[in-house]
């Protein structure tokens, strides 16, 4: 029962720590690094609060260095599937039951723990498992994990104390109540912090859930889950599932009481588990609510009036930080002719500056993609680029996997705007540009919109306010989240509510209250203090 009206913590960014040479956490993380890569972890599957082992495992290894064993996780056989989701609606009998405050206690203690003591193990474990340099791992799975957790609490708070308005004869108040049945999380590898968000804002809203993190994020996901641990998510709430994505999926999307998938991950394999709720929507209890972020062939556009030294930082910054690895990463450009050769010089001259290799070495600014799938498509589209006679790689092209998965950061000019990889999602450090005449600015903007499937991110560099106008509105569908004058990624919780559109998802904005009321379900209560006796209204009398 509450007892009275609660205020959580005003929820703040979390600073971002700098990890120069001889600072206190330079020198925690690469202490916990060389620890964690040094020994070898085992990974069982967590159900019901309890670590489950089974008899099939897999190996990890480092992208960067793919011979080296980190260590083994469990793969869940159908039976687990089950048990995962029985003990999650037994644990829904007291979890949707619990005071809302005490569930908020429970996630802002895990995002002080991350904060302070997981601090350097978050991190190097992201680090090991997905490639990231320390800055990359700092900002994913230290402070945008904790910016997850604490904003959603006080996004929680505010969603609770907005309520019907009422009158003299009658209480109108609003519950808004956790669905009932099981959510699923399915979560990606790319950022720690959607793999923790993604089932952690479902549980705080009193939902239970089984959790499929990507095989090539087991990693860091064992600490999330003893971070959840530790902070007292109580047994059954979310319980976590390695192994065959098929088999997992159809398991839990086949059950009655399934209400909801929290997805970021392909476009495809969105589309797909989709289709397979459609099919069995005669089967379920409620109607499944379906939140997915998806794949993205994200934009920069030039304009003529553009500064060429903040163009090219941001297609080096936007296009190959994490390897070309983000959502929001940019891989085409459309630059005008007039900027292009300065624009040409100092990318040049800052991509050829990066050092590449291991994590650990904190002079690299890239290191390696995230497994040998990954690499062999990124050098198919490369290898394709050199034989076309409409592309020509300008920077990079370069490749090597023999011990680690290393493509070199890769610039194709193309002069035909369909070119295969102005509208193919890579998933890599490649970015394709395409060079318009600069007075075919509209024109641009039409061609930036037509191009791809995808509406995620994008950006617009211009000092003409003008230009900066007619591009806003020119493109208004083909991004859910819209830079002027800066680099397509980087959106902060609370800040910058991120989700796209068409084929990039349902666009409903992680990091923002739109996302958490997804996972409610809300009963409207109607207290009337002077209930009517007659059924007689006034028209009636003669």
């Known amino acids: 029962m509450g007892k009275g009206f609660f205020n959580v913590p005003i929820a703040i960014n979390e600073p971002v720590k700098s990890y120069a040479p001889g600072s206190p956490e330079r020198d925690a993380v690469l202490k916990a690094y060389k620890s964690m890569y040094n020994s070898k972890v085992d990974v069982p599957l967590y159900i ?5 082992s089974t008899a099939n495992k897999k190996e990890m290894s480092p992208p960067h260095d793919h011979k080296h064993i980190v260590g083994t996780y469990h793969l869940a056989e159908k039976s687990h599937v089950e048990e995962a989701i029985a003990t999650a609606l037994e644990a829904r009998k007291t979890w949707s039951q619990m005071p809302w405050e005490q569930r908020a206690g429970i996630f802002l203690k895990a995002a002080e723990l991350i904060a302070g003591p997981y601090r350097a193990k978050i991190n190097a474990a ?20 904790v910016d997850f957790l604490r904003f959603n609490v006080q996004f929680m708070m505010d969603i609770y104390s907005e309520q019907p308005e009422s009158t003299s004869d009658a209480w109108n108040r609003v519950e808004y109540r ?8 399915v979560t990606p590898f790319n950022f720690t912090a959607i793999a923790g968000n993604l089932p952690a804002c479902m549980a705080l809203m009193g939902n239970v859930v089984v959790w499929k993190p990507s095989d090539s994020q087991v990693y860091s996901a064992k600490v999330i889950m003893d971070v959840f641990e530790e902070a007292g998510v109580p047994a059954g709430v979310i319980n976590v599932v390695f192994g065959d994505p098929v088999m997992i999926s159809e398991t839990v999307l086949s059950s009655p009481d399934f209400s909801g998938l929290h997805f970021t991950g392909s476009t495809f394999v969105f589309k797909e588990l989709w289709k397979q709720i459609g099919n069995n929507i005669h089967n379920y209890k409620t109607y499944p609510r379906i939140v997915g972020e998806t794949g993205g062939k994200d934009f920069i556009v030039a304009h003529k009036t553009a500064n060429p030294r ?17 959502c929001s990463a940019a891989s085409r450009a459309y630059i005008p002719k007039g900027i292009w050769n300065e624009v040409k010089e100092i990318l040049t001259e800052q991509v050829n500056s990066f050092k590449m290799g291991s994590p650990e070495d904190m002079s690299n600014f890239i290191t390696a993609v995230i497994h040998e799938g990954s690499f062999n498509k990124l050098v198919k589209y490369i290898e394709q680029a050199k034989a076309d006679s409409d592309a020509e790689i300008i920077i990079g092209g370069g490749y090597d996997k023999s011990k680690g998965y290393f493509i070199e950061p890769t610039v194709i000019l193309t002069t035909n705007p369909q070119y295969t990889t102005m509208h193919t999602e ?16 509209s024109e641009t903007l039409k061609l930036v919109d037509s191009t791809s499937d995808y509406a995620l991110t994008g950006a617009i560099l211009s000092k003409d306010r003008y230009a900066i106008t007619e591009a806003t509105t020119a493109l208004q569908n083909s991004a859910g989240n819209f830079y002027i004058n800066d680099k397509p990624t980087g959106a902060v919780v609370g800040q910058q509510p991120f989700g796209g559109a068409r084929a990039s998802g349902t666009n409903d904005k992680a990091g923002s209250p739109q ?10 209560i109607k207290e009337t203090f002077v209930t009517p006796t007659d059924y007689r209204y006034p028209f009636l009398g003669e």
Not at 138 to 143: G, H, R, T, V, W
Request: include cysteine; aromatic fraction near 14%.
């Open 310 to 326: 903040q163009v090219a930082t941001a297609i080096a910054r936007g296009a190959f930080e994490f390897q070309g690895q983000k």
């Open 515 to 524: 996302n958490l009321m997804r996972w409610v379900s809300t009963r409207l």
């Open 426 to 441: 890579l998933f890599g450090p490649v970015i394709t540009i395409y060079l318009y005449e600069d007075d075919a600015f």
């Open 48 to 52: 019901n609060g309890q670590y489950i």
């Open 178 to 185: 956790p669905l009932e049945g099981f959510t699923y999380a």
């Open 126 to 145: 992201t680090m090991i498992a997905q490639s990231k340099t320390i800055h990359q791992a700092e900002i994913d799975s230290a402070c945008e994990l």
